[in-house]
């Protein structure tokens, strides 16, 4: 059985490595592509679709 040892008086290579432990694996989920839908209230610059405002 090992000892216990805080986690401040533990390496600093021991402390990297309980926190890789401790860190959620994404499972190939990307959280950057993914969006929240804005408030329907939020006034947009952008138009919604360019073939709307075109000057054909």
Do not use: C
Not at 11 to 26: M, V
């Amino acid at each position: 059985m090992d000892k216990f040892v805080s986690y401040g008086k533990l390496s600093k290579k021991e402390q990297k490595k309980l926190s890789a432990e401790k860190r959620r694996d994404w499972n190939g989920f990307n959280p950057v592509t993914r969006v929240v839908p804005d408030s329907k209230k939020v006034y947009r610059r952008k138009p919604k679709h360019k073939a709307d405002f075109s000057e054909d």
